[in-house]
T-cell receptor, first 113, second 111 residues
């Protein structure tokens, strides 16, 4: 069973388009996250949700809108895609406690042409 | 967030133990020490975490200095599949805290 799954695995699109990435976790965790890994391999937090409520938004452009229909899902919608949005996006989940690990999905590689 | 310092890269022979160091001299009393790794073309993977005492699990051991200003991740027998970037991260015990990744240590394993 895949603990944290993301779809699609690869996404190639034109500048200006709108796209979504879906994430689901079956671990029963309360907290979910989106991270971005750029071309230099730096991983950075974008958003964090706890029980469907946004708790962290790390100065991400408002073209990025996370949506959590329930605590097992955290989707990422991106409007008006730009070249600089090309990256690998990772979803993760945890119990939200510092004494527990975070579990990551396999990533979605987004390429904006 | 308290900062961690790791060597950029390390090399190990297959089937030998590997000790990956991490310095965190500004750690606070409520910071947990977490280790994650990222294999090529995969998402980060939780390895182990601890607070004050040494910890063992099926993947690795974590040795924490008595003053907590440094820690060492120990892989008891490195395999080729352990080649990855290893990240040492401090997480404050304040709930719902995301991971702040540094550059990590790139471990190469030689057959």
């Amino acid at each position: 069973d895949t603990a944290v799954s993301q779809t699609p695995k690869y996404l190639v699109t034109q500048m200006g388009n709108d796209k979504s990435i879906k994430c689901e976790q079956n671990l029963g965790h309360d907290t979910m996250y989106w991270y971005k890994q750029d071309s230099k391999k730096f991983l950075k937090i974008m958003f964090s949700y706890n029980n469907k409520e946004l708790i962290i938004n790390e100065t991400v452009p408002n073209r990025f809108s996370p949506k959590s229909p329930d605590k097992a899902h955290l989707n990422l919608h991106i409007n008006s895609l730009e070249l600089g949005d090309s990256a690998v996006y990772f979803c993760a989940s945890s119990q939200g406690l510092a004494g527990e690990g975070q579990y990551f999905g396999p990533g979605t590689r987004l390429t904006v042409l | 967030d308290a900062k961690t310092t790791q060597p950029n890269s390390m090399e190990s022979n297959e089937e030998e133990p590997v000790h990956l160091p991490c310095n965190h001299s500004t750690i606070s009393g409520t910071d947990y020490i977490h280790w994650y790794r990222q294999l090529p073309s995969q998402g980060p993977e939780y390895v182990i975490h601890g607070l004050t005492s040494n910890v063992n699990n099926r993947m690795a051991s974590l040795a924490i200095a008595e003053d907590r200003k440094s820690s060492t991740l120990i892989l008891h027998r490195a395999t080729l599949r352990d080649a990855a970037v290893y990240y040492c991260i401090l997480i404050r015990n304040s709930g719902n805290t995301p991971l702040v990744f540094g550059k990590g240590t790139r471990l190469s394993v030689i057959a």
